[in-house]
């Protein structure tokens, strides 16, 4: 067990009969222990108290991301943490030396002020480590303002190692047909229905086919700006930077797709932004796994999968139309539901566009997503790897 604080340092664990862990670091000498004698201690009232802030630190057992602060029933120098998962509880070296009997003899309250004082270079130095680790002008009462990765090498290699596996995955032909058939189509009817609500259309995604009205609404538009302004204060209090790209995205979008365009130009748009949608949706789970999403430990394992799916439908769909481009596969007409007359690529024939014009529409969309993609990749990882220099200086001064 490695002290969360630390993070160099082992646990000395002790095991009572219960099955109790009792664990001591001999850096910062906190100390971690379960809630039951968390709350023999004075330092809960209740076994049941559950944290709803943010994981500050990796639990020593579970080894996860999982230590939140919790208010402790009595004033001590530092918030106790507990582990959502195991529900053990870290208690600081500062608040464990105010909890001793000894801290509390003579003076009441004022030994207790001066026992704080002692601590205050140590408690200063735990500080340290977390700012160290969640930067500079983290408030330990606050949420996290971004979940970057701090291990390097993962975040190095997850992606590529990702799209590896789709790219294998998309050679067989049984497992690409029912990727295309499911996940893919659900990006491509995906793109369908978001931009309609962006153009002020009710509409309704279902399987190889979107239900769109003919018109844009006020209702449409009105529940469409909700849904933006809910990403964007969802995002700014919690402090969740994707939420907030997202909407400011999407509100740009409304404008000039919905508000400054004129209705033929909103009709092609949202049949185009099916296979845009491919792209795009898929760039999106792509970018999500370098953020957090939302505030549970669940997030550390989704991540991945959301990252598989939007690889899923980005890469294949860059397979068919690079193809399409040579020659070697068909310019796609019609659709499954439809039939071979009635397809988004027929509609864009028939709106003006040619074969080419279609083809270097989304090509030139890929490459750009890519870009991006590549881009806030190699950015994320070199701040996680200064970040993780930084905490490597910190732990030798």
């Not at 001793?100 to 270079?121: F, L, N």
């Not at 009462?141 to 993962?154: N, V």
């Not at 019609?334 to 709106?351: I, K, Q, S, V, Y």
């Amino acid at each position: 067990m490695r002290c969360p604080i630390c993070r160099d340092r082992d646990l000395s664990v002790v095991t009572d009969l219960r099955g109790g862990v009792d664990g001591r670091c001999s850096g910062c000498e906190g100390r971690w222990c379960g809630m039951e004698e968390a709350v023999a201690l004075g330092l809960f009232r209740s076994e049941t108290e559950v944290s709803r802030a943010v994981a500050l630190a990796a639990c020593p057992r579970c080894r996860r991301p999982s230590l939140a602060p919790l208010d402790a029933a009595r004033p001590v120098p530092q918030r106790p943490l507990r582990c959502a998962d195991c529900g053990g509880v870290w208690m600081h070296g500062a608040t464990v030396r105010a909890l001793r009997p000894s801290a509390r003899m003579g003076g009441g309250a004022a030994s207790d002020m001066g026992g704080i004082g002692r601590d205050e270079e140590q408690t200063h130095g735990i500080l340290a480590r977390l700012k160290a680790t969640y930067g500079a002008d983290h408030d330990p009462d606050a949420p996290l303002p971004d979940d970057i990765e701090t291990r390097p090498l993962s975040l190095a290699i997850a992606l590529p190692a990702a799209a590896l596996l789709v790219w294998l995955l998309d050679a067989v032909g049984l497992v690409r047909f029912l990727l295309d058939s499911t996940l893919r189509m659900g990006f491509h009817e995906g793109g369908h229905a978001v931009a309609s609500w962006l153009t002020g259309r009710l509409a309704v995604p279902l399987p190889f086919l979107t239900f769109t009205a003919d018109d844009s609404s006020l209702l449409g538009y009105g529940l469409t700006l909700a849904l933006v302004a809910t990403m964007v204060v969802r995002g700014l209090r919690r402090r969740l930077p994707f939420w907030v790209a997202l909407g400011a995205l999407g509100l740009c979008l409304l404008v000039a797709k919905g508000l400054a365009a004129s209705g033929a130009e909103q009709a092609t748009w949202i049949t185009w932004s099916g296979v845009g949608g491919e792209f795009a949706l898929g760039t999106l789970c792509i970018a999500a796994f370098f953020f957090r999403l939302y505030h549970r430990p669940s997030w550390d394992l989704m991540r991945y999968v959301v990252l598989l799916a939007g690889l899923a439908s980005f890469l294949p769909a860059w397979r068919q139309w690079r193809g399409v481009a040579a020659g070697d596969e068909p310019f796609p007409l019609g659709a499954l539901l439809l039939g071979p007359e009635d397809g988004d690529m027929n509609r864009l024939l028939a709106a003006g566009w040619s074969q080419a014009e279609v083809i270097d529409s989304y090509l030139h969309f890929a490459q750009v997503c890519a870009a991006v993609v590549l881009g806030l990749w190699l950015w994320m990882a070199w701040r996680a790897w200064a970040m993780q220099r930084g905490q490597s200086e910190n732990i030798r001064t």
